[in-house]
């Protein structure tokens, strides 16, 4: 199957691999058209060191090179993605299935990705997302992702075209915790890093982790998803993986700010997309406009917009009010 990857980021370049040794025909699209003739030649990206561009997998600066291709992953950074998707959208067949696996909700809209696709090129745009590395998926370590669309078939199809013997994708009929589950996670991520910069324990991170999941989960339900989703791959799987590991930038990014550093230092210092910053603007005025508590996500916000000392913020979540873990203890 003739397939095209928007995106050369890390996280494109994986999958690009993946689609090729799956023997599909692929062509990944580049913005860092100095790189091309030197990915080509080379049979390496910089964006993702060690990984090897297997023969047959195609660099192009070309949105062109989506044409004819049965499927297209749009996998740019959020930021730029309205962008890119304007871009590649003349070139994309009628029929072809469109996936994004970009994780973050659009500043100012605050529309899930899908959505920005969909806008964009008039597709029912498949989630493609869950607890991945692009440097593990690169080297075939075991990994699962969850292909997620309200139409059983083209999760399926997308399913079909990534599946391997180390990579299982499971479907979902709900795009929409699928995606607010990856975008909302980085935040929690950041606060993670945070308390780890700032000194404290597994037993911290534990509990930011719980309640971080907890009211990320009571947003997303009051924006249409499923509960469920939450606990799955694009939830707590996917929380797991960022706030454990030192892959994920959003750790990272967070760690130097729990050490002190403002947050635009901080990313700066991380070098790559720190998805966490955006989608935390995007989650708090969400919270405000749907009316959740939000207390991790608020303190979050201050701290990357409003320059909220690290140690303030923390110190208000811990003193916040006695209550019951669950919103329905069931006493009587
Ligand atoms: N890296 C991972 O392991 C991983 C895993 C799952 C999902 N994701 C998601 O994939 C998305 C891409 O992340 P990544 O890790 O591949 O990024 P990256 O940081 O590795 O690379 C960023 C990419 O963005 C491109 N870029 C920069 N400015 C641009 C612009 N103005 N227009 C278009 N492209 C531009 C760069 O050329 C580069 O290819 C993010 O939403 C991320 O959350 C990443």
Known sequence: MKTAVIGSGAWG?????????????????????????????????????????PEGLVVSEDYACARGAKLVVMASPSFPLRNV???VAPFID??????????????????????????????????????SHAEEVALDMPTGLLAASHDQALAEFVQDAFMSDT???????????????????????????ITDGLGCGDN????????????????GVALGAKKET???????????????????????AGILIGQGKGAQEA???????????????SAYALGKAKGIDM?????????????????????????RDRKSESENPGWL
């Open 295 to 319: 207390p991790i996500t608020e303190a979050a916000y201050r701290v990357l917009y409003e320059g909220l000392d690290v140690k303030q913020a923390f110190g208000g979540l811990l003193h």
């Open 267 to 281: 990313m700066q210092e991380v070098g790559a997309v720190v998805e966490g910053y955006y989608a935390a603007g």
């Open 13 to 53: 370049t994986a999958l690009a691999i993946r689609l090729r040794k799956n023997g599909h025909d692929v062509t990944m699209w580049t913005y860092e058209k100095e790189l091309v003739e030197e990915m080509n030649a080379t049979r390496h990206n910089p964006r993702l060191p060690g990984a090897v561009l």
């Open 85 to 87: 998707s304007r871009g």
């Open 204 to 219: 911290t991170k534990a509990m930011l982790m719980t309640r971080g999941l907890t009211e990320t989960a009571r947003l």
């Open 230 to 252: 939450f606990t799955g791959l694009a939830g707590v799987g996917d929380l797991i993986v960022t706030c454990t590991s030192m892959h994920s930038r959003n750790r990272r």
């Open 167 to 193: 990579l299982r994708v499971y479907t979902s009929s709900d795009p929409v915790g699928a995606e607010l589950g990856a975008a909302l996670k980085n935040v929690i991520a950041l606060c993670a890093g």
């Open 94 to 131: 009628a029929d072809a299935v469109v996936v994004s696996v970009t994780k973050g909700l659009e500043a100012g809209t605050h529309l899930r990705m899908s959505e920005v696709v969909a806008q964009e090129t008039g597709k029912d745009v498949v989630v493609l997302t869950g607890p």
